[in-house]
């Protein structure tokens, strides 16, 4: 099976600076990999998919990058309400579908 | 836009079966566009996808669920199901249903519904 390892578990970060969480996958998916933003209490919502792809309706704030097994989800200025976990999640592995752990994003 | 909607009991006994619905609306389950997911997600852990079901009932199973899950659907009400078999306390979750593009993401989420197993 696929694993996926995001990266850091959580951090802490201020208004306006610039985010960045990492995605590791266990072996090559290509650009199989989507980013999911959950907020506290609500569903998962998605965000970026096919590793670059805006969802429509998200912020340019938000955005993706990466193949093979490494990838990166940026928050160009982070924003109070961009408070939430994000999931990284490979569909490389048809028709199975595994997410990354998460990573906690609050504010400093 | 659609939306999707849980339903079920929120306490289901150890080794008793949990049973949970989704309710489609503002599109048709049987537009052979989407697959339709069930996902959970245990308190304050990671998302876990279960399993996914086509309009025509041809389905995909998570294989560590594999043995103790069947996913249903009924076209003419527009609603899909999830049913777990033999419960025990670690299958508390939140559980979710998603519309789920090309097999590849899960891009319309349910608000989610807590499943409690407890005695």
Do not use: H
Request: charged fraction near 15%; charge should be neutral.
């Amino acid at each position: 099976d696929i694993q996926m390892t995001q990266s850091p578990s959580s951090l802490s970060a201020s208004v306006g600076d610039r985010v960045t969480i990492t995605c590791q996958a266990s072996q090559d998916i290509s650009n199989y990999l989507n980013w999911y933003q959950q907020k506290p209490g609500k569903a998962p919502k998605l965000l970026i998919y096919d590793a670059s792809n805006l969802e429509t309706g998200v912020p340019s704030r938000f955005s993706g990058s990466g193949s093979g097994t490494d990838f990166t989800f940026t928050i160009s200025s982070l924003q109070p309400e961009d408070i939430a976990t994000y999931y990284c999640q490979q569909y490389d592995n048809l028709p199975l579908l595994t997410f990354g752990g998460g990573t906690k994003v609050e504010i400093k | 836009q659609v939306q999707l909607q849980e339903s079920g009991p929120g306490l289901v006994k150890p080794s008793q079966t949990l049973s949970l619905t989704c309710t489609v609306s503002g599109g048709s389950i049987s537009s052979g566009d989407y697959y339709w997911s069930w996902i959970r997600q245990p308190p304050g852990k990671g998302l876990e996808w279960i399993g996914y079901i086509y309009y025509s009932g041809s389905t995909y199973y998570n294989p560590s669920l594999k043995s103790r899950v069947t996913i249903s659907v009924d076209t003419s009400k527009n609603q899909f199901s999830l049913k777990l078999s033999s419960v025990t306390a670690a299958d508390t979750a939140v559980y979710y249903c998603a519309r789920t593009t090309s097999l590849r993401f899960l891009e319309r989420w349910g608000q989610g519904t807590l499943v409690t197993v407890s005695s």
